[in-house]
């Protein structure tokens, strides 16, 4: 199930990355600036906003797979569309589009999670799904970086080429994909809460009780606004949203313009930081793994080394690429490792077996408005402050992020909201 759970999520990349690697090409072609190519990014990220929260709540009636097979069907089709486009409206209008079907992955990733595993195993399991979309986001950027690398093909060529690979990763799931352990033939997983029972439990006696109806979309959200926790939370996943979609939007166009990179190399280069990020992931998961449920420890001390990462990013030399490559590998070693643990094993923590994706759905939708700001704002940043400027900016956004976590240090998570 994990295997099945890493390579689905992977597959989303293809049709993720495309856009972040080809706009220095849709530059060239149509002579936009870095601040129009960054609106159709902050254009995909509001509606990736907003559909988190709606898909969350659809997370919590439809079907896990289903969801799961509908995003990767739509995105498929908004690439391919994006693809024969040639106008800026055109562009922004199907990449919108495509943030609608690729917000509905992880959450039903983590929909999926919370019925095959118990909650003392969701950090691990978690950060080893999680380390999906860091690998996809590798695979997917050095393939495209080889694309572009052969005379001909082009961005448009890219675009058809990931979508193939990503529809035939979605037939795998579809055919070999199951939700629950009942619908592998298997008895379904006991989970017992540290603070509460499971619905159909009791903790005095274990007598099974009638199930309490779901509640409804407008109970679910004054049960999520009602935690404090999950506001800090939010706010530290916006902050390390931001810094992490500025790289990730930015890091081809910086190693290209800064550092004098071609294209393909460029894109292949960028693919260090998720790269490093999947063992920041795992090494966060892992380690907060605790029998207290206290993952602020974790949390503090990663965000702390995130700001020496950063420091350590600006000062570096841009014309001594080892250097840069080197920055970057801690970057998102110390940036991907909190931020996973966030919307992955701290969301199921917060949540319960029912509300685990939609707990998932608002922490990720919240971290979509952090990566709004780094479409435009970041692309117009660097063209009045220069990258020195920008990317001091993230510096302090990475600041508030460790102050916030502070006051997390002794929270036990496991599900406190329901």
């Known amino acids: 199930m994990i295997l099945l759970l890493l390579v689905t999520y992977i597959g989303f990349y293809f049709c993720r990355v495309t856009l ?66 040639s106008s800026l409206s055109y562009f922004s209008t ?53 694309i572009l690398g052969v005379a001909g093909v082009g961005w448009r060529g890219l675009f058809w080429i990931h979508s193939a690979v990503f529809a035939l990763v979605g037939l795998g799931a579809m055919i070999l994909l199951k939700p629950t352990p009942a619908a592998a033939g298997l008895p379904d997983l006991p989970r017992h809460d540290h603070s509460e029972p499971e619905s159909g439990e009791t903790l005095q006696t274990g007598a099974a009780e009638p199930e309490s109806p779901l509640p409804g979309p407008r ?80 949390l503090v001390m990663m965000t702390a080394a995130l700001l020496a990462a950063l420091a350590t990013f600006i000062l570096v030399p841009r014309d001594g690429t080892a250097l840069q490559v080197a920055a970057l590998a801690l970057v998102g070693f110390f940036l991907i490792g909190p931020y996973s643990l966030l919307a992955g094993a701290v969301a199921t923590d917060l949540g319960s077996k029912r509300l685990a994706a939609t707990v998932s759905g608002v922490i990720d939708a919240v971290g979509a408005v952090g990566a709004i700001a780094m479409g435009a704002g970041m692309g117009l940043a660097i063209d009045r402050l220069g990258w020195t400027g920008a990317l001091s900016l993230l510096l302090g956004i990475g600041l508030v992020a460790q102050l916030s976590s502070l006051t997390l240090w002794n929270t036990p998570f496991a599900h406190s909201t329901t």
């Open 94 to 146: 199907f990449w919108s589009l495509n943030a609608v079907f690729q917000s509905m992955g992880w959450i039903a990733i983590v929909g999926i999670v919370s019925y095959w595993f118990r909650p003392d195993q969701t950090g691990k399991t978690l950060a080893t799904i999680s380390i999906s979309y860091l690998f996809g986001d590798t695979i997917a950027r050095s393939s495209a970086g080889l």
């Open 20 to 85: 972040p690697v080809a706009q220095t090409e849709l530059q060239s072609d149509f002579g936009y600036s870095r601040l129009q190519v960054g609106q159709i990014a902050s254009y995909y990220f509001a509606v990736y906003a907003a559909a988190k929260l709606l898909n969350g709540l659809l997370g919590a009636r439809l079907a896990a797979k289903a969801l799961l097979l509908l995003g990767i069907s739509g995105s498929v089709v908004c690439n391919v569309a994006f693809s024969l486009g």
């Open 219 to 298: 109970g679910i959200v004054f049960q999520m606004l009602a935690n404090p926790r999950l506001w800090i939370v939010c706010l530290i996943y916006l902050c390390l949203s931001m810094i992490r979609y500025a790289f990730w939007i930015w890091s081809v166009d910086y190693l290209q313009q800064e550092c004098g990179l071609q294209l393909g190399s460029a894109a292949i280069t960028s693919a260090v930081l998720p790269l490093a990020g999947a063992v920041g992931a795992l090494v966060a998961g892992f380690g907060s793994d605790r029998p207290d449920s206290r993952r602020g420890p974790v």
